[in-house]
């Protein structure tokens, strides 16, 4: 006699798309609570590393003229007094002024190039010194002894 006795099998099909589904929300859960452990640690770091103070390299003289060029392609020559985190105190400042002429009988362009000071030139005549924006400034440096600046300078009463 034949054994026709069923093996009962379970129905599977509605429970494995629910076990991906799932196993997807927990491998979520677990990568977005390591994130926000990650993030919490890189913020506690930053607050609790000591910080550095600025250091600001003494590239310049007080007594000597220095050239400072400025990120909006403007050049002062000065004597430098005080250079803080957050200004450049220029003392007996000078500047380039470029005057351009048409000539109207070659119909050439002249320039030419000038050194003024805002003292006697500026319609507001500042006091002799002026401060300049740290964030502005993109270099210093001495002005060389041959320098027709330096000596238009050192010229002047």
Do not use: H, W
Not at 39 to 47: E, M, P, T
Not at 52 to 62: A, G, K, L, T
């Amino acid at each position: 006699m034949a054994n026709n006795k069923k093996i009962k099998t379970e129905d599977n099909s509605r429970s494995i798309p629910f076990r991906m589904i799932f196993k997807i929300l927990v491998v979520l859960v677990v990568l977005f609570t390591l994130g926000t452990i990650n993030l919490v640690l890189i913020d506690y770091y930053q607050a609790t590393r000591p910080q550095e103070p600025e250091v600001i390299p003494q590239v310049y003289n007080q007594d000597e003229y220095n050239i400072v060029y400025l990120d909006n392609n403007l050049f002062y020559f000065c004597l430098i007094e005080d250079f803080n985190p957050d200004y450049l105190k220029c003392n007996e400042p000078f500047y380039l002024v470029r005057k351009r002429e048409d000539n109207p009988e070659t119909g050439e362009q002249t320039e030419q190039v000038f050194v003024k000071s805002p003292e006697e030139e500026e319609i507001y005549s500042p006091d002799g010194a002026i401060y300049l924006n740290k964030d502005k400034i993109v270099y210093i440096a001495k002005i060389g002894e041959s320098s027709p600046v330096l000596e238009y300078i050192n010229s002047l009463p």
